[in-house]
């Protein structure tokens, strides 16, 4: 099997948002990395910078408001100087992020990285615009998952803050500990050379927290991340095409209603099946809970056939 089945089999697995947004974030290093080869090697680094800059997340609002999708692929680009940006980045969102899965579900981890780098992206360019000291450059950009993925940990400890990893060479240590030297590392930092990069992990922290307060209260913050994404994939989504076909003579027109009757039947246990299969999935994403009157009444149904 090929490198690209592989990658085919790791993205199609269900309730697999943790390994889709990893797979996001390598693949896109792996490109620019080949673009900034190719284009040095052919003399036209200009091509590199062009193209990296669509990605990269600019302090200046004037020059965002040209890219606001740069609120978004920021979070998916890392910085190209060397693999430890991206290597700790993904280690740590596997980290927490396999908690945070197995308590809230596949699709809320994909809300919350979203918000996450919304309220990174957001925090680094008011800083950057209105900070009463400019230790934030209005010139300067940021890439990176960070501030996405101190949403995620923030949200995991909040959930479960004794939830223990076991580390090396240290052993047992309590998740809200970790988290809280990172962001005291992050506060540390906001004065320092990677101050945009400090401030944005701030704002994804904060996010997280709040995500998982409103959570308990009943308010899920990120549905409109899960409707979008709806949206897009029906976008896409092929239209089925039904062609009817009439006989003339009478034998014939028994035919066709008995044949038409029947892939009726034959459509409706396919649509059964494809609202039993999207229920499944809800339960694995969500919970029993989360489902309504209507779609618990439709499982109970299809067990008992």
């Known amino acids: 099997m090929n490198l690209g089945e592989e990658l085919k089999q790791a993205w199609n697995r269900p309730n697999n948002g943790l ?3 990893i797979i996001i974030n390598v ?9 900034l080869v190719i284009s040095k090697f052919s003399g036209a680094d200009r091509i590199f910078e062009v193209v ?12 965002f408001i040209y ?25 740590i969102f596997y980290w927490f992020g396999r908690v945070f899965v197995d308590y809230l579900g596949s699709q809320k981890l994909i809300n919350l990285y979203v918000l996450g780098a919304i309220a990174g992206g957001v925090t680094f360019m008011l800083f950057a615009n209105l900070a009463p000291i400019s230790i934030i450059s209005v010139g300067s950009t940021i890439v990176g998952a960070s501030a996405a993925v101190y949403a995620i940990a923030v ?6 803050p004794d939830y223990t990893f076991y580390l090396l060479l240290i052993g047992p240590v309590r998740i809200k500990y970790l988290v809280a030297i990172a962001i005291f590392l992050s506060i540390m930092g906001s004065v320092g050379s990677n101050a945009g990069g400090a401030v944005s992990h701030l704002g994804g922290a904060l996010i997280g927290w709040i995500y998982i307060k409103q959570l308990n209260s009943g308010n899920e913050m990120g549905k409109w991340v899960f409707y979008f994404m709806d949206w897009v994939k029906g976008i896409f989504k092929p239209k089925s095409k039904i062609k009817v076909s009439y006989k003339s003579d009478s034998f014939g027109k028994r035919k066709t209603k008995s044949s038409t009757s029947k892939k009726k039947s034959n459509a409706k246990d396919k649509v059964s099946q494809d609202e039993i299969d999207a229920i499944l ?4 994403e969500k919970g029993y809970e989360s489902l309504s009157k209507e779609e618990k009444e439709k499982l109970f149904n299809a067990s008992n056939k």
């Open 155 to 160: 949200a995991t400890a909040t959930l479960v």
């Open 67 to 91: 890219k606001p999708w740069t609120i978004i692929t920021y979070a998916f680009t890392h910085s190209l100087s060397g693999i430890l940006h991206i290597l700790f980045n993904m280690l």
């Open 52 to 63: 990296y800059n669509q990605f990269a997340l600019p302090g200046s609002i004037e020059k």
């Open 27 to 35: 693949v896109v290093f792996v490109l620019m990395v080949l673009l």
């Open 19 to 21: 390994i889709q947004l």
């Open 281 to 284: 999935d809800k339960i694995s």
